[in-house]
């Protein structure tokens, strides 16, 4: 009922530039939070920016500096703007949003498949 679908990976050089886009559909009353996580091989899921619904957002002191969340709201999406990459910046980057559905008006969290980014050197 309620889907999150990831795009803009791809692989770029170090010192480039991505924008990831996340798209959410389905039984949606609102969107309170959107987030995105990565999880590099070998290594722990982590919490990389988040927005909330008041368009107050954190980031991970490693991309401080270098990344950007934003969103549309009218049209369910939110974006990561990833500048000076580097090749740590590799991994699988997750979209994470807490929805309350439309049909229940209860709030549930929801992850999309994930989007590879490669940074070369």
């Known amino acids: 009922q309620v889907q999150l679908v990831e795009s803009g990976g791809g692989l770029v050089q170090a010192g480039g530039s991505l924008r990831l886009s996340c798209v959410v559909s389905g039984s949606i009353f609102s969107v309170v939070a959107m987030a995105w996580y990565r999880q590099a091989p070998g290594k722990q899921r982590e919490l990389v920016t988040s927005?909330?619904?008041?368009?107050?957002?954190n980031y991970a002191d490693s991309v401080k500096g270098r990344f950007t969340i934003s969103r549309d709201n009218a049209k369910n999406t939110v974006y990561l703007q990833m500048n000076s990459l580097k090749p740590e910046d590799t991994a699988v980057y997750y979209c994470y949003a807490d929805i309350v559905r439309r049909d229940t008006m209860l709030q549930y969290g929801y992850w999309g498949q994930g989007t590879q980014v490669t940074v070369s050197s």
């Open positions: 927005i909330t619904s008041g368009g107050n957002t």
